[in-house]
C-alpha cells in the first residue's frame, strides 16, 4: 500500500475534495490576509509583499488557487500550496493543517471512505474531461491542416487558370476544379461533421 493508508491524514485528494467552495474560510482561519476575494483585483501577496503582484483565480472558492508575480518570477498553485507561499509550510505540513480545519483528522472511517469516493470520482471526471479536450484539439488540428489543403489546391487551379489565359488569348480557357481539390473539400467536410458529431455526445 501507498504511505498515505499508513497516515492518520487523508490524502490531498480526499481533503482538497472536502475544501472545495471554503477556500476563503480555510485561509482566513489559517492566518492569511486576503485584500479581497475579488479575482479582477490585483493586491500586494499575503507572502511576499509587494504592491500589486498578487491576484486570485476566477476559480478561488473552490480550488484556491493563486497567482503571485513576485520578483518577476510568476508562481501559481492552489490553496494548499498558497500556505507554503506565505507561511514557508511544507506539502504535508499545508495538508495537516486544512484537514485539521475541516475536521477531519477526526473523520472516522465510513466518513473517509465517502471522501475517497467522492475524491475518485472527481478525478475520473476530471481525467475524462482532459480527454475530451485532447481530443477536440486533434480533430481541430486536423481541421485546420484540411482547410490549408483546400486552400493551397485551389491557390494552384488559379496559377494555372492564369498561365492559360496568358499562353491562349484566343480561346477562353476554363480548368475544372482538380480531383485534388475536390477530395480535399470532401475531406474538410468530414472532419467538420465528425466535430459536430462528438461536440453533440459531449453535451449530454
Ligand atoms: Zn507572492
Known amino acids: 500500500m ?6 492518520q491524514y487523508l490524502g490531498f485528494p480526499e481533503v482538497r475534495t472536502a ?21 479582477t483585483k490585483h493586491t500586494a501577496c499575503p507572502g511576499c509583499g509587494g504592491k500589486d503582484r498578487f491576484r486570485l483565480d476566477a476559480t478561488y ?3 484556491g488557487r493563486w497567482i503571485c508575480g513576485g520578483g518577476g518570477d510568476t508562481q501559481a498553485g492552489d490553496g494548499f500550496s498558497l500556505l507554503g507561499h506565505v507561511f514557508g ?13 475541516l475536521g477531519l483528522s477526526s473523520a472516522n472511517d465510513k466518513e473517509r471512505e465517502t471522501l475517497r469516493r467522492k475524491a475518485e470520482a472527481q478525478t475520473a471526471a476530471m481525467l475524462a474531461d ?4 485532447h481530443e477536440q484539439a486533434r480533430r481541430d488540428a486536423n481541421m ?10 485551389i491557390k494552384h ?6 498561365q492559360a489565359h496568358l499562353t491562349s488569348s484566343l480561346h477562353r480557357v476554363t480548368i475544372n476544379p482538380l480531383e485534388d481539390e475536390l477530395s ?21
Not at 2 to 7: C, F, G, L, S, V
Not at 144 to 153: M, P, S, T
Not at 185 to 204: C, K, V
Request: zero cysteines; hydrophobic letters at 40%; charged letters at 20%.
Open 61 to 63: 472558492q473552490n480550488t
Open 130 to 133: 482532459a480527454q475530451r479536450k
Open 144 to 153: 485546420v491542416a484540411a482547410i490549408q489543403d483546400l486552400e493551397d489546391l
Open 184 to 204: 480535399a473539400a470532401y475531406t474538410l467536410n468530414m472532419l467538420i461533421l465528425e466535430s459536430y458529431a462528438s461536440q453533440g455526445s459531449n453535451d449530454q
Open 2 to 7: 501507498t504511505a498515505r493508508a499508513n497516515n
Open 157 to 162: 487551379r488559379q496559377h494555372l487558370q492564369r
Open 19 to 39: 475544501a472545495a467552495g471554503r477556500w476563503e474560510g480555510i485561509h482566513r482561519a489559517l492566518g492569511i490576509q486576503l485584500a479581497t476575494t475579488s479575482h
Open 89 to 101: 509550510w511544507t506539502p504535508l505540513e499545508q495538508l495537516k493543517a486544512v484537514a485539521d480545519y
